[in-house]
């Protein structure tokens, strides 16, 4: 069966309000396509939507998300046993097939970043390219970029990455900070700074200090997006214990914002 636009619409829309409500936020700032936008700007805020496997059932002393199983609204519930506390769509009584906790992805971070602190300057360390998916990434003293695409030869400048979503944003540059390398290798577990699979290794910058804002990379201006999480997919690559030692240190998705070129050794700062 055919879903009418309409319904769609309003299940995205319904979705955008509820977040807004839990959130506290103008309905307005909250991207309302319900999917991967949505998904990258919680994420700018160090938050995700994280499913309940049993809806049903429930009981959460807490705001949460319900999903209604025939018009596919929202609402939001609260409380053990739950119950509405915000519709956006009043008087709907049908029963709830999903529900969703919006929770931070690291809780000692807690929810938000002050993109008003200020964070000190770092410096590029490597510049690493690969040309496929799962390539070795090859070590370069320069790259060009591509303003909205990433690092020329890049298989994320082709769009041809792993986690490549072209309806989605951070994909065009990665940047891990050599230090959490260095905390990795501490802990016995080693790689070459390369085998991180991210572009750019750099040293002396918080790397999370530049999530929501404009920053510089020589000379070429770039935006942050989020965090770029460790997953199984990179421990499998490389080797394990990766993934533990890489939680909440594996680096920050980028947009590239200008054209230019980028060097080892340049200078890596916020930009007003």
Same mark, same amino acid.
């Given at each position: ?25 103008? @309905? ?19 938050? =995700?939507?994280? @499913? ?24 939001? /519930?609260? =409380? ?21 906790? /919006? ?77 959490? /390398? ?10 070459? @700074? ?23 990379? =020589? ?23 990766? /993934? ?29």
């Amino acid at each position: 069966m055919v879903q009418n636009p309409r319904s769609k619409d309003r299940e995205a829309l319904s979705l955008t309000e509820c977040v807004a409500y839990v959130l506290d936020v103008e @309905p307005s700032e909250v991207p309302d396509d319900g999917g991967v936008a949505l998904r990258q700007w919680l994420a700018l805020s160090n938050v =995700g939507l994280v @499913p309940v496997e049993t809806p049903e059932d429930f009981a959460w002393p807490g705001h949460f998300l319900g999903r209604r199983r025939e018009s596919r609204t929202w609402a939001v /519930l609260f =409380g053990v046993p739950p119950g509405v506390v915000f519709d956006p769509i009043p008087g709907a009584t049908e029963p709830i097939d999903a529900a969703f906790v /919006l929770a931070a992805h690291n809780l000692r971070r807690g929810i938000g970043f002050d993109p008003s602190q200020p964070s000190e300057p770092g410096v590029v360390e490597l510049i690493s390219i690969a040309k496929e998916a799962e390539g070795r990434m090859v070590a370069v003293p320069s790259a060009k970029t591509l303003a909205g695409r990433g690092l020329e030869g890049d298989r994320y400048a082709r769009g041809a990455g792993t986690f490549s979503d072209p309806n989605g944003r951070g994909y065009d540059l990665t940047l891990v900070e050599a230090e959490a /390398l260095e905390e990795l290798a501490a802990s016995g577990v080693e790689i070459a @700074p390369s085998e991180a699979r991210r572009n750019l290794v750099v040293r002396g910058v918080a790397l999370d200090d530049l999530i929501g804002k404009r920053f510089r990379v =020589g000379e070429v201006e770039c935006f942050g997006q989020r965090r770029c999480e460790p997953c199984a997919h990179l421990e499998k690559l490389t080797r394990p214990g990766v /993934l533990r030692g890489l939680a909440h240190r594996g680096g920050l998705r980028a947009d590239v914002l200008s054209s230019g070129e980028i060097r080892v050794g340049n200078r890596v700062e916020a930009l007003p």
